[in-house]
């Protein structure tokens, strides 16, 4: 639909019937050339395209788990207990009968859904506390920044552990530790951002117009950040979906029976000796999962760069 | 408290320093102006005089640390600015007083649409609805003979020239009706013609609105064209003031004919241009007395003691030159 149009940088006749579309097309037209720029370069990457299918195929798989999976994640069948993929069973089964690559697939709902949230509260959280420090700065600043030093200074699937332990074993508490713990990467980087950004002179123009420091921060500075953001979004969500999965794998994150990836392969150890597939498709996907985000997240960061696009 | 003959604006013995490694850098010392409701004031002088120093100062836009407004007064319609609360000054930019600058290049977020932008200008300072701001909007852009407004609303300023993109601020900023502008070198970035343009513009709304405006500039000519009055500056201080035909046709002030000596003229034919010798002098260590001194060519004993108080050779016309001391003048010196 209206493909011919998307990255032409010329204005061809506007059609004479206006409906929500082309209103919509025209209003943001800026921003759809913009994108369809970005897509064609990020289609001429070759690690993009692959991190994007991976990504792509895990949402798919998550979002089709309840329609695609054969069996039923939880429903526990001791006759069919530790069978060897194959047959009905492509994955094999575990120690209670359960459908391997059926928990896999409700596994990839369970992982991206934190990554997502996770990366929505740091990311959210950071950029603000990040724009703020680095737009008042001073002692404001001082005081802020050492506090993310410190966060910082622990190695954060060490940080988490302690957090989630504290907060108790659940699949919430170990969002709200591994959400706590990305909080000062992006504060940090957001800050960074926002020095360079707080002397332009629009920031002045709007000073000397009577706006206030916070309105500043959230009408210039946090928008030119964003573009950040995203990218580091995009690179944090493979870590946390790893730090999540070791979190479960040692029992502070998801309960059983959930199917999380993580608590897969922690019960699955036990049997790694004669039941090798009970822990490795689960690995495996964490695997391909956190390299599908780490390649996606440098490419966009190459093509988000006007410094390095070519 | 303000009445009709009392001006605008009076600043008095400012002085502005900066804190640095270097040293005190003393950007500004006694400066004093004053500016009238309605009067558009020039202010010239050299790069690093100090004129965005004192712009920025009267709005409290000094960044501190390092800069740091250390003794003076501004009063803007009778009260002091220096002793508002940040609340109050807040009130007092874009409301009363408005500042456009040099770079119409950086003005405006890169982010978001010109329409978008001067809403938000619109919303903060007037209650008003998006449809009501929308039309406000539209409405400035038409006065400042933006062609097709409605549709530059939904651009973004990479799209716009330079000159519209400084129409665009100066629709911004005269939209909330300030009682005075402060136009910080405002075309100096742009094409010679656009200048016309966007000074004949600037000028029309101001006289109209009967908006004063400190206009700051390096470019003579401009001024000669466009203001009431000018100040001059040199090295941190103003150093003559007077009605823009009188600075022009008799500069008192040794720097002033220099400055005016030094524009080229196509009518005579000139071998090399003229300068004044010299150059700026560092405002960490600034000469004794007079700061020009160094550089003068008419200086005598005084100068490099005493630092040179106002003296009136002529109604309105002010200049701090020992040049122009009468009889009591003289008779300090001898007793220092």
């Known amino acids: 639909m209206a493909g011919e149009r998307i990255g032409a940088w010329g204005r061809g006749k506007r059609p004479l019937r206006i409906n929500v579309f082309d209103e919509f097309r025209r209003q943001y037209a800026w921003q759809i050339r913009e994108l369809g720029f970005m897509v064609r370069l990020l289609g001429r990457n070759p690690s993009a395209v692959a991190g994007f299918a991976i990504i792509a195929g895990m949402v798919a798989m998550a979002l089709a788990a309840p329609v695609l999976a054969p069996f039923n994640p939880i429903q526990i069948s001791l006759g069919d207990r530790l069978l060897p993929p194959g047959g009905a069973h492509w994955f094999g089964t575990d120690e209670l009968g359960r459908d391997i690559l059926t928990r896999v697939m409700y596994g990839a709902r369970i992982s991206l859904w934190i990554g997502v949230i996770v990366v929505v509260i740091a990311g959210g959280l950071g950029a603000v506390i990040g724009a703020v420090s680095g737009y008042l700065g001073r002692r404001f600043d001082d005081l802020i920044m050492r506090v993310m030093d410190v966060i910082l200074s622990f190695p954060p699937l060490v940080l988490a552990m302690a957090l989630a332990a504290a907060l108790g074993p659940s699949l919430n508490n170990a969002i709200l530790a591994v959400a706590f713990v990305m909080i000062p990467k992006f504060a940090r980087m957001v800050r960074g951002e926002a020095l360079a950004v707080k002397e332009k002179q629009f920031i002045a123009a709007a000073r000397a117009s009577g706006a206030g420091s916070l309105w ?3 009408h210039h500075v946090l928008p030119n950040c964003l573009s950040s953001v995203i990218v580091l979004g995009t690179l944090i969500l493979g870590e946390t979906i790893l730090i999540a999965a070791s979190l479960s794998f040692i029992g502070l994150g998801a309960q059983p029976p959930t199917p999380e990836w993580g608590a897969m392969i922690s019960v699955g150890r036990k049997f790694l000796m004669d039941q090798w597939w009970y822990a490795t498709f689960p690995g495996v996907f964490i695997l391909v999962t956190v390299i599908g985000f780490n390649i996606f997240g440098d490419a966009l960061r190459d093509v988000l760069d006007p410094r390095i696009r070519r | 408290m303000s009445g009709p003959n009392e001006p605008l604006l009076e ?33 010239v002088g050299e790069t690093g005089c100090g004129k965005s120093v004192l712009a920025r100062s009267v709005l409290r836009l000094i960044a501190d640390p390092p800069g740091k407004i250390t003794a003076g007064a501004i009063r803007f319609k009778g009260r002091d600015l220096l002793t508002l609360s940040r609340r109050e000054m807040r009130r007092i ?35 008003v609805g998006r449809e009501e701001g929308r039309r406000i909007c539209v409405e400035m852009l038409r006065q400042v003979k933006m062609p097709d407004a409605e549709q530059v609303l939904a651009k973004y300023p990479h799209e716009l020239s330079g000159g519209m993109r400084q129409r665009v601020m100066i629709a911004m900023e005269l939209s909330c009706r ?5 136009a910080d070198e405002p075309t100096t970035a742009l094409d010679v013609t656009v200048q016309a343009q966007v000074l004949a513009i600037l000028e029309g709304l101001t006289r109209q609105r009967g908006v004063a405006v400190l206009f700051i500039s390096h470019d003579l000519g401009v001024i000669a064209q466009l203001c009431d009055r000018v100040a001059v500056m040199y090295a941190g201080g103003i150093i003559e003031t007077a009605p823009a035909g009188a600075i022009f046709a008799a500069p008192r002030h040794p720097y002033t004919r220099g400055l005016l000596h030094a524009i080229p003229r ?71």
């Open chain 2, 178 to 182: 300030p009682d005075l502008l402060l």
């Open chain 2, 11 to 43: 600043v008095r013995d400012l002085a502005v320093q900066f804190f640095t490694y270097q040293g005190t850098v003393r950007a500004l010392e006694g400066v004093s102006l004053s500016v009238a409701r309605g009067e558009i004031m020039g202010l």
């Open chain 2, 266 to 336: 196509i009518a005579a034919r000139q071998e090399s241009l003229a300068v004044i010798p010299g150059s700026v002098p560092s405002l960490v260590d600034p000469p004794p007395g007079c700061r020009f001194h160094p550089r003068c060519a008419e200086r005598f004993f005084p100068c490099d003691r005493v630092v040179p108080p106002f003296y009136e050779p002529a109604p309105g016309h002010r200049v701090a030159c020992h040049l122009h001391a009468g009889e009591e003048g003289r008779r300090s010196w001898e007793r220092s």
């Open chain 2, 93 to 127: 930019r874009g409301n009363e007083i408005s500042m456009i600058f040099q770079e119409p290049m950086s003005s405006l977020n890169p982010v978001f649409t010109v329409g978008s932008q001067m809403l938000e200008v619109v919303a903060l300072h007037q209650a």
């Open chain 1, 216 to 218: 500043i921060v959230w």
